[in-house]
């Protein structure tokens, strides 16, 4: 079902952009600064130079590489947001929930966070489960947050939103950091648990501009009995739409795979810098701070590109820029100068390639009610390609004992993705 172009009030517009800003800190405190750290910490053996002696961890009877065991099961639970998502998306649309079941994530997975506190490397099966829940509550909430892009603004204002959006969560991701590790530093190791604590209490409450600003069942839509046969043929009939489009169906795909790269190096690149280069703590949190500032400006860089050459020549340009990357990290990696090079590409890169994935996306769709059905479809396609690449870096880590060779199939992904996108008829690429 069709309808008109959209333009809510610029305050409902930042309250979007500020749950970018809430749920942020999530994927910069737990996935990519302290977390892997203090996991690293309790579940490694150093000698007294600091180097690694053992990283085999125990997981329901059986021996994992510990950064091998992290992967695995941040990949299951992508599986899950893969399974949930879609259905969840189409009873959205046909019964208006988006905003409820975004809440629902968002709810889950601060719980999770703050019960991080309790965890036990004695005691992984359940100690990880926190991490497996916290991490499902924040890529759940993102599929029903994107969806609302569409909804509140109008398709030339998505490059420049989009990028507002990313650039208050890395500003607010970094204040929260700040704070945590003045914490730490301050009192004491023992506070850092503390810290997943306090992300689960800043995501909540800055989730809440978000859920009081943002439009609640827009399009008036009601609850019915058959609510959940209702929703898989929404999903069905946006499938069928979607398979008629050719520049939706190849960008789609160009994002799969793409994912299967850019997510995994976001996800792995701390843990990298850990084994492979043997960062100390506070080297790793430079590099970490830096590649959230640079952030800033590469988003807005991005999508100033883009508005001269287009969306989709200025992602392919991304993914030669992400390749070097890969080349440079797979061979010229050796040491703190040579990770903190990499980490400043990486940080200027990240947030503009994010950023202009998702407005592309919300570009292209066609006027419609069925906002949360359509990015459903990018949320698995991202999240199955995450799966993939995540698998991959830790069954050739495994395989090949090194981080270093599962670099080389990042680079495999990077070509596929630029054929892919590069195949979009040149008259139908925005």
Known sequence: MSTPAVNHPKKVKTAWAMYDWANSVYSLVITTAIFPIFYNALTSERNEAGEIVNDVVTFFGAEFINTQLYSYVLAASFIVVIIASPLLSGMADVSGKKLQLMKIFCYTGSLACMSMHFFDAAHLEWSMLSLFLANIGFWGSLGFYNAFLPEIAPREEHDKLSAKGYALGYVGSVLLLLVCLGLIMGVGNHMTPWAFVLVGIWWVAWAQPAFRKLPSNPFNKKVTSELFTHGFRELRNVAKELAERVDLIRFLWGFFVLSMALQTIM?????????????????????????????????????????????????????????????????????????????????????????????????????????????????????????????????????????????????????????LLSSIPKALRI
């Open 267 to 419: 996800l792995m690149a701390s843990s990298f810098g850990i084994k492979e280069v043997n960062l100390a703590d506070d080297q790793l949190i430079v590099a970490i701070i830096a590649v959230q500032l640079l952030s800033i400006p590469g988003a807005f860089f991005v999508s100033w590109v883009s508005s001269k050459v287009g969306n989709i020549r200025t992602l392919i340009g991304c993914l030669v820029v992400w390749m070097g990357v890969c080349v440079y990290a797979y061979s010229l990696v050796k040491d703190v100068n040579g990770f903190f090079v990499a980490a400043g590409v990486i940080g200027f890169m990240m947030g503009g390639t994010q950023s202009l994935n998702r407005s592309s996306y919300s570009k292209m769709l066609p006027s419609t009610e069925d906002h949360a059905s359509y990015f459903s479809f990018y949320e698995v396609l991202e999240k199955g390609g995450l799966i993939i690449g995540m698998f991959s870096w830790g069954y050739i880590e495994g395989f090949t004992g090194s981080m270093r060779s599962s670099i080389l199939a990042l680079i495999i992904f990077f070509v596929v993705s630029i054929a």
